[in-house]
């Protein structure tokens, strides 16, 4: 059965409509009529070049056998959408972007930085010094703005880094260009139609692009997710910030206001920031001027003489999250499966980490070497983690509002987190250090992280997250050199011979047993341990990476 969802703007037949336009040369795409691709010489020379070679040009095999589309279409190259792509292309899947935007430019500052399990994600990738390299590295975590340091958890990265989001767009764009994803830059997604063999996918302008998968990372305000029929329950507004950048004619009251918000200098040190509460939390259109003349007024009796905004923008503490992060052959990653406040700073690692759980998936069942069911524990693993978040952003907006009891409250709330094991447990929450997916009862370390140990093997020191820079499962055999045997997974899954003599020491949880094996997932996530308990190897290999091969 074909269903259309949303406003269609036409459909033009995917067997030479939209993809004789395009033109793939050596891993790079230029689409003809000038809508924003990767033109040629744009790619950066990079230390990862030549995976980026290699999985351009497994990207162009594949498109050029397809000819009618690609495998998975990603509607918004936000960072959600951007990181997808770079899963996907290491995989060496054909995936292609559908963004609104024409460049990477964004109106307001948005994310200001990336917490510590989002600095080791890039790290398995090898692309965390790229990052690093333009941020400041510092102690971000923190709770209803009480500090957390993470200092001395057992991490490469037991910090944060203070980047703006235009710039970790801007470096995720450039490493998923130099993979050899192309952009249709400038294009909206108007809708889509979903049978049992793909996704029709129609973009503004009239084109439209076959899929056999379509991921919905577009953003809190999501066509696909609301085309594709998905329930967003959660708490409307209760509060309504207004943010800019602008010039005062005189000189403003400087400094953070109780219960947040305030006034500062910008970046440039000349001009000014803004952030006050709005009187309204219902607003039909973008904010204005006046919209932050008033807010000015209410909160400091003068607007100081505001004039000539950079950018003036809104945010809310609406809380929603999708009831399903999927839908047949339709699925959801970042601010389109969930909202929430900014306190904490969680949305942009939040939406980054989806599309790291996503990605290997996606692409083992487009490679059709895992069923599609594998694509539900998608949602069964994010979506508690997401519910998370809701919630504790929800309990920081109330631990800061500004009235006598709360600041009690919130004075309260400080003492205990200035406790040892309290700290602990709200700074792994708070930078992702903690996150263990439900992969069932054995060695502690099942479901957790992946430690980024310094391993010794016969070719010399190797790093447990280089292993993981081609997003390819790693069976880490810390035991008797050849003693494990994965000949019928060997196509998908690479074993090594290591050793490792020093502590296993994970956050909160502190020293466990040191395993003799361990089976890493793409994302990282240890999926089976070799301690004699938990769930034999072959289960464990069927389960993530597919059935094994016939001998
Ligand atoms: C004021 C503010 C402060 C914030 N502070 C922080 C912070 O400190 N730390 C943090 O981690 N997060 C913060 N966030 C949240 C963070 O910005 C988001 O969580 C993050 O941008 C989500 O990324 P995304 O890719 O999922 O969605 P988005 O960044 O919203 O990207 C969606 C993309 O989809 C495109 N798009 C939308 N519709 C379509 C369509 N139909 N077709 C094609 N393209 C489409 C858009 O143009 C956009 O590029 C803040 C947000 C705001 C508003």
Redesign the pocket.
């Known amino acids: 059965m074909l269903v259309w969802s949303g406003v269609l703007a036409g459909h033009d037949s995917c067997e030479g409509g939209a993809m004789d336009r395009l033109s793939v040369r050596h891993g790079q795409t230029t689409d003809q009529d000038g809508t924003g691709v990767p033109k040629p010489g744009e790619r950066q020379p990079t230390e990862g070049a030549h995976r980026a070679e290699q999985a351009a040009a497994a990207l162009a095999a594949g498109r050029s056998a397809a000819k009618t589309g690609h495998a998975v279409v990603i ?7 951007l990181m997808l792509a770079g899963e996907l292309a290491l995989a060496g899947v054909d995936v292609a972007i ?4 024409p460049n990477q430019d964004l109106a ?6 990336l917490h510590a399990r989002t600095i080791e994600v890039l790290d398995q990738r090898g692309i965390a010094e790229r990052f690093l390299a333009e941020g400041q590295v510092a102690q971000i975590a923190g709770f209803a703005g009480i500090p957390l340091d993470i200092s001395d958890f057992p991490t490469r990265h037991n910090y944060g880094l203070a980047l703006l ?1 235009s710039h970790i767009e801007r470096i995720l764009a450039a490493w998923v260009g130099e993979l050899g994803v192309p952009s249709y830059r400038g ?4 809708g889509f139609a979903q049978d049992d063999a793909g996704v029709d996918v129609a973009l503004s302008g009239g084109r439209s692009l076959r899929a056999d998968y379509l991921v919905g ?7 696909i997710r609301k085309a594709a029929g998905i329930a967003f329950p959660g708490a409307d507004p209760s509060t309504s910030w207004i ?1 800019a950048e602008v010039e005062m004619a005189e000189e403003p009251e400087f400094g953070m206001r109780r219960g947040g918000g305030g006034i500062g200098r910008a970046s440039d040190g000349v001009r000014i920031g803004v952030v006050l509460t709005e009187r309204d939390t219902e607003h039909t259109g973008e904010p204005t001027l006046q919209d932050l003349r008033d807010a000015l007024i209410v909160a400091y009796g003068t607007d100081w003489g505001v004039h000539s905004p950079t950018w003036i ?1 809104r ?1 809310t503490d609406m809380t929603r999250q999708a009831a399903s992060y999927r839908e047949g052959r339709v699925l959801l ?4 499966a969930h909202v929430h406040p ?1 306190q904490g ?7 980054v980490q989806d599309a790291v759980n996503l990605g290997w998936k996606l692409a083992q069942v487009v490679k059709k070497t895992s069923p599609a069911s594998l694509l539900d524990t998608y949602h069964t693993e994010r979506h508690p983690f997401a519910a998370r978040v809701l919630r504790n952003t929800m309990a920081q907006v109330a631990l800061l509002r500004p009235d006598d009891r709360t600041n009690a409250l919130r004075d309260i709330t400080s003492e205990l987190l200035g406790m040892d094991e309290p700290r602990k447990r709200f700074a792994a929450m708070m930078s992702g250090l903690d996150i263990r997916y439900d992969l069932g009862a054995g060695h502690p370390l099942l479901g957790h992280r992946m430690p980024d140990l310094d391993l010794g093997t016969a070719t010399g020191p190797l790093r447990v997250y280089t292993l993981l820079h081609e997003a390819l499962p790693v069976l880490l055999n810390l035991g008797a050199p050849g003693g494990l045997d994965i000949a019928p997974w060997a196509d998908r899954v690479r074993l090594i011979d290591a050793n490792y003599a020093g502590r296993w020491e994970l956050p909160v949880l502190g020293a466990v047993a040191a395993p003799a094996a361990v089976l890493i997932r793409p994302d990282g996530y240890v999926a089976w341990v070799d301690d004699r308990t938990g769930p034999v190897l072959a289960d464990a290999l069927t389960t993530w990476f597919g059935p094994p091969t016939a001998a």
């Open positions: 509607a918004g190259g936000g960072p959600t959408g559908v963004e609104r935007r307001g500052p948005r994310a200001r930085g989001q294009r909206e997604v108007t990372c577009d953003g809190g305000r999501s066509l943010s923008s945010f990653a970042g601010d389109a900014p700073g969680q949305g942009l690692s939040l939406g």
